[in-house]
């Protein structure tokens, strides 16, 4: 069990460029998920995949934000023109169906804009 | 999802047990109640989980009520490591894989 692994930990970029997370999960997880995390607050759900479908992208923050999984494996998620507000901690999780009732977290990705 | 309540934070000297209540009066029957930790700049990790019944595992114990309305996490020898935020959230079906949603939690404090 490798864990969820998440790249890059860190990221300081300038406000109007693209940035884009990557997520490995958990082999044979096939559900993904992302949170947003801001400073204070608990994770804030954003969306998930199952397999190579996304189920559930209704809270994504805007219309910037875009996550995809082609293959069912990895899942990147990328932020158009960036803000300061999107200055955040993104989390990535997994889980499988039958597999236990746990959901894995990765360490996050921090973005910083500047 | 039901809400949960609980204290923003809370103390706790090392060696002692920490008792981490929460409240989650409109639970629905088919709901379990998670617990969850995220020690500073890291991931949420996996605490303990339960429907009715109490339950214990290697980290901490879970208290339910008789009415599934409140629970307790209890750490029952604190160590520093164990300064955290600590999250209580309730849950449908656990095979459903809905996502977790998660509130503000109680920070805990563990002095030595």
């Known amino acids: 069990d490798t864990g969820v692994s998440q790249d890059p930990r860190h990221k300081i970029t300038k406000r109007g460029q693209n940035v884009t997370f990557r997520c490995d999960p958990i082999?044979?997880?096939?559900?993904l998920y992302w949170y947003r995390q801001t400073l204070g607050q608990g994770p804030e759900f954003l969306t998930y995949?199952?397999?190579?479908?996304?189920?559930?992208k209704s809270r994504l923050l805007s219309d910037r934000f875009s996550a995809e999984r082609p293959k069912g494996s990895f899942s990147t998620l990328e932020i158009q023109r960036t803000e300061q507000g999107d200055s955040a901690m993104y989390l990535c999780?997994?889980?499988?169906?039958?597999?236990?009732?746990?959901?894995?977290f990765g360490e996050g990705s921090w973005l910083t804009v500047v | 999802d039901a809400k949960t309540t609980q204290p923003p934070s809370m103390d706790c000297a090392e060696g002692r047990a920490a008792n981490l209540p929460c409240n989650h009066s409109?639970?629905?029957?088919?709901?379990?109640v998670y617990w969850y930790r995220q020690i500073h700049s890291q991931g949420p990790q996996y605490i303990i989980h339960?429907?009715?019944n109490n339950e214990t595992n290697e980290m901490a114990s879970l208290i339910i009520t008789e009415d599934r309305k409140s629970s307790t996490l209890i750490l029952p020898h604190a160590t520093l490591r164990d300064t955290a935020v600590y999250y209580c959230?309730?849950?449908?079906?656990?095979?459903?894989?809905?996502?977790?949603?998660f509130g503000k939690g109680t920070s805990l404090l563990v002095t030595p």
């Open positions: 999780a997994s889980w499988r169906p039958g597999g236990g009732n746990t959901i894995y």
């Open positions: 082999s044979e997880h096939n559900r």
């Open positions: 995949f199952q397999n190579e479908a996304q189920l559930e």
């Open positions: 409109t639970i629905s029957g088919n709901e379990y």
């Open positions: 339960g429907l009715k």
């Open positions: 959230i309730v849950r449908l079906n656990s095979n459903s894989g809905y996502a977790l949603n």
